[in-house]
């Protein structure tokens, strides 16, 4: 038996059954990896067709407004599965770790009973705190593979072990993640793709941007897979199935910003009998109240423990909104030298602080690791007097967007997805700019976040052995 099943009493979830109350629901978490959520065509992207994902939307709600704290693999699924932010999770670069002895969904859905299981990517650390049961069948090949192979036997038999037993499954799928590797980029017509208005035009983005729309393409193809196991098993009626996208792409403000497109998720729940088929909604959402909300599903109270909350009664069609502001944040260390950010965002604004933006912008991957086969040089090279001058124009403000960064940049939620016009400077919005930048202050203060000074190799470095310099253990 686990031992952390003898640490219930310091878990304080309280079940609340009835009688006739049916057995509580099982969970299946699909999470991509780096899909920006507007490349879907539920949310208006223009080149892939997702049949699958768009009809398990068709079957439950879409949340227009989800989003989570930092854009990089590790501390946004921290927070999807501890329900809290990434200082006080611990988890606030990636590459690192939870603080020890961080409790995660693992604890809490096995102390109510539940089998816990993750296919695929995992990605968080420390092995106590995410002590998920391996299953086998989430794809990964590492060389290019036009049509990978996903057997879902194994997926198939952790669902139907034991119909007496809930569980919960996250299948954490690499697609859309560098290298693009998998599916068939050769099926899209180049001079067709609408290229997103953040990224500059160039033969090679051209060529790069198909290859990370064909992993999207193989994406959706697992997702119908394994929505096929979950029928042939036997539990789909009872099966909360939640979909999210992760953060956004590779590509130049998506991942690794604070900007809409980085820190934006899809994020659709289907829940049959529970949740209205066909339904959007406006609510404000982040990832820390994904853990909250799938307990309270679970029939547990007593939540107060995690920095989100529960959204259960959206998902039923109870309430229309959620939370006021949701909350981001970025380290630059390991992905480059720092460049600490913050950000928050409500129904209609999305404010940006620039920590220390007296520096550049320096992104290594994206920048220089991959050269000789990366988009980036082309960027460079296109501004060049030889080049077409409309094209220069823009690739030129896209790199300097990028590179060079005002202390605050504010943003309307709506009408501009890339946030390419920043309205810091019209002085009619200052009360909007300082609402905004004191409820960013009052988040940084209540998580007790140091600000720039948590963006250096030297915290990096003590966070991934779980020797945080600051703050204290998050449970
Ligand atoms: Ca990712």
């Known amino acids: 038996m686990n031992i952390l099943r003898f640490l219930a009493p310091a878990i304080l979830l309280i079940l609340v059954t009835s009688p006739g ?63 809290l932010y990434p200082y006080r999770s611990g988890s606030a670069w990636n590459h690192s770790a939870a603080r020890p002895g961080t409790h995660s969904v693992v604890h809490y859905l096995r102390e109510l009973g539940y089998r816990v299981g993750l296919s695929g990517k995992k990605h968080v650390q420390p092995a106590d705190s995410f002590d998920f049961e391996p299953v086998k069948g989430v794809p990964n090949p590492r060389e290019p593979t036009p049509d990978p192979e996903f057997d879902t036997t194994d997926i198939q038999e952790f669902m ?35 290229l997103p208005d953040n990224i500059a035009d160039t033969p090679r983005t051209r060529d790069l941007f198909a290859a990370y729309l064909a992993e999207i393409v193989v994406w959706d193809w697992e997702v119908g897979k394994l929505l096929g196991a979950l029928e042939a098993s036997g539990q789909a009626d009872n099966t909360v199935v939640l979909l999210t996208s992760e953060q ?22 289907r829940w049959p009998g529970k949740i209205e088929a066909g339904r959007r909604t406006d609510a404000l959402v982040q990832y820390a109240d994904v853990l909250p909300t799938l307990l309270s599903a679970a029939g547990a109270t007593a939540l107060n423990q995690f920095d989100g909350h529960s959204f259960l009664q959206v998902l039923v069609g109870e309430a229309s909104s959620h939370r006021d502001y949701v909350y981001f944040m970025h380290q630059n260390v390991p992905a480059g030298p720092p460049y600490p950010i913050r950000g928050i965002a409500d129904s209609e604004w999305h404010y940006v602080r620039n920590l220390a933006p007296d520096r550049i912008y320096i992104q290594k991957h994206m920048m220089g690791l991959y050269s000789g086969r990366w988009f980036w040089e082309t960027w460079i090279a296109a501004t060049g007097p030889s080049a077409d001058q409309r094209l220069n124009q823009k690739a030129l403000d896209l790199l300097n967007r990028f590179v060079r960064r005002p202390p605050e940049q504010l943003y309307r939620a709506s009408g501009d997805p890339f946030q390419l016009r920043n309205l810091i400077g019209d002085v009619g919005l200052s009360p909007i700019r300082n609402r905004m930048a004191a409820a960013l202050g009052r988040w940084m203060q209540s998580q007790g976040d140091p600000g720039a000074g948590l963006d250096t190799e030297d915290q990096w470095l003590a966070a991934r052995k779980g020797e945080h310099l600051q703050g204290k253990p998050s449970q």
């Open 21 to 83: 109350f049916a057995r509580a629901p099982n969970f299946l978490i699909i999470i991509a990896d780096d899909v920006t959520y507007n490349d879907l065509p539920l949310y208006g992207g223009q080149n892939v067709k997702t049949p699958n994902i768009d009809r398990l939307a068709s079957e439950g709600v879409t949340f227009n407004r989800a989003y989570l704290s930092m854009s990089m693999c590790n501390p946004c699924r921290t927070e999807l599965y501890t329900g």
């Open 160 to 194: 139907s072990r034991d119909s007496d037993q809930p569980f919960l499954l996250v299948t954490g799928f690499h697609e859309a993640h560098t290298p693009w590797t998998v599916g068939h980029p050769e099926r899209f017509d180049l001079n067709q793709l609408v």
């Open 248 to 269: 956004g792409s590779a590509f130049p403000g998506n991942k690794w910003t604070n900007w809409n497109s980085g820190v934006r998720t899809a994020l659709v729940v």
